[in-house]
Structure formats: structure tokens, C-alpha cells
């Protein structure tokens, strides 16, 4: 089974920075595990192709493990989650041309906001461990 990981970024202001796909779809920066990587490890390369953010392993907080399904997620997986917190917005940028940063905030609605299913799963447990 693939092993991907993503990071849920939280600007200062405790809003999460999450990216909006071509296809309309909000879902955490994220990517591959690649072999003989460990995930905390890979969740800061990943931070770096994708949004430029320069991250060390310790500052990342363990989210949880997510599995997604081919059936309802479009692909069988297995996802670590990681948060980084306390992020300046002005310091995340979306490399991909095709994609745009996207606020999430705890009062959203996140079925009507496009966030992906897997995403919506690890949205809502963060709000609910992270009350502010």
C-alpha cells in the first residue's frame, strides 16, 4: 500500500492554509513517502517542493494516520498527518500554477467548500483537538 503524508499549515491568525486543485477540490500540502524516507521527514520536503516553507521534522506536530480507499477516496493509501503551526501567511506560496492557497477556517462548511473527503476527515479532528 502507498504511504503518502500530508501537513494541515496553520497561519498565526489559526487558520488552516490548504490548497485549492485545478479540479476545484481543497486538500492539505502533501505527497509520497519515497522508500527508506521516514514520514515526518518526508512531510518537510514535501512542505518545501510545494509551498517554499523551510521546516525542520521537530517542527511538525503528529496529526494522526488516515487510510484512504480506491472506492472512496480514489486511491488505497495509507496517510500520516502532521500539523505546522503558527505559520506567516505571506510565507506560503503555492508552486503549482494550476493551484491556489485556500483559507479554511472552524465555522466553514467543509463539504460545500470542496475539501476532499480524506481532507475533510483530518480538518474536522484537528478543529476538534485544537480549540481556541
Known sequence: MKKIVNVLVVSAKGELLMKRRADGKVTAFGGVVTSGEVPARAAVRVLSEETGLDVRADDLEFLDSYRS???VHGEDADADVFVLAGV???RVYVYDGE?????IHRNDDFEANGLSVLARKYVIDYFKRHKR
Not at 493551484?99 to 483559507?103: G, H, I, P
Open 88 to 90: 506567516d501567511e505571506d
Open 69 to 71: 480507499t480506491l472506492a
Open 99 to 103: 493551484e491556489s492557497l485556500c483559507k
